[in-house]
C-alpha cells in the first residue's frame, strides 16, 4: 500500500468501523449490551453511559442485566432505559435491572434486515465517495506535474481494490446482522 492512498485507506476502514457500530445497536432479538451505548444517565449532575455506572452482563440467551455500583443509580437507569427507544422494560428487582429480549415476530425480522440492508448501503456509498475524492486527488497531482501517468494509473487500481475490498467487507457485514437477526 503506497503512503498516497494511505488515507484513503484510513477512512474507508472507518466507514466500515461505524456501520459496525451502528449494526451492534440493532436488537436482533438476542441479549445484546452495545444496545445500550447510546442511553445515557444523569449521573450528578453529567449525562454518563451506563457502562460506566454499573455491570452489564448478559445473564442468558435473551436477557440483560444491569447492576449499579451505586443502588441509588436504580431508578434513573430504569428510567432512562424506559425512555429510550429500544422497545423493552426495565424490571428492577432492587438489586439488578433485567431487560428480557422478546422474540423479534417475522414481520419485524424482516425490517430489520431492510434497515441493515439500508446501512449497508450508506456505508458502501461513503466508501465510493472516498475513492471518487482520491481519484480527484491524483488527477490534480498529475495535472500539477506531481505524478506520472503511471503513478496515476498505479495509484487508481490500487485505489479500486481497496475499494472492492471495503465493499465486500460490508456485504460480508450485513449478511451476518441479517443471519443473526432472522435466526428464530
Not at 436482533?28 to 451505548?37: Q, V
Not at 491524483?138 to 496515476?152: H, I, N, P, S, V
Amino acid at each position: 500500500m503506497s503512503s498516497t492512498t494511505k488515507p484513503f485507506e484510513e477512512k474507508m476502514n472507518a466507514s466500515v468501523n461505524h456501520l459496525i457500530h451502528e449494526l451492534a445497536s440493532i436488537r436482533a432479538g438476542r441479549a445484546n449490551p452495545a444496545i445500550l451505548d447510546k442511553i445515557t444517565v444523569d449521573y450528578y449532575g453529567s449525562p454518563t453511559p451506563i457502562q460506566q455506572i454499573a455491570a452489564v452482563a448478559v445473564a442468558e440467551a435473551r436477557i440483560l442485566t444491569i447492576s449499579p455500583w451505586d443502588r441509588s443509580m436504580l431508578k434513573p437507569i430504569s428510567k432512562a432505559i424506559q425512555t429510550s427507544d429500544i422497545g423493552i422494560n426495565p424490571i428492577d428487582d432492587g438489586q439488578v435491572i433485567r431487560l428480557v429480549f422478546p422474540a423479534p415476530t417475522e414481520e419485524r425480522r424482516k425490517q430489520l434486515t431492510k434497515d441493515v440492508k439500508k446501512q449497508g448501503e450508506d456505508a458502501k456509498t461513503a466508501v465510493r465517495n472516498i475513492r471518487r475524492d482520491a481519484m480527484d486527488k491524483f488527477k490534480a497531482m498529475k495535472k500539477a506535474g506531481e505524478l506520472t501517468e503511471d503513478d496515476q494509473k498505479k495509484l487508481e487500481e490500487e485505489t479500486q481494490k481497496l475499494t472492492d475490498k471495503y465493499v465486500k467487507l460490508i456485504d460480508d457485514t450485513c449478511a451476518d446482522k441479517n443471519k443473526e437477526i432472522m435466526e428464530v
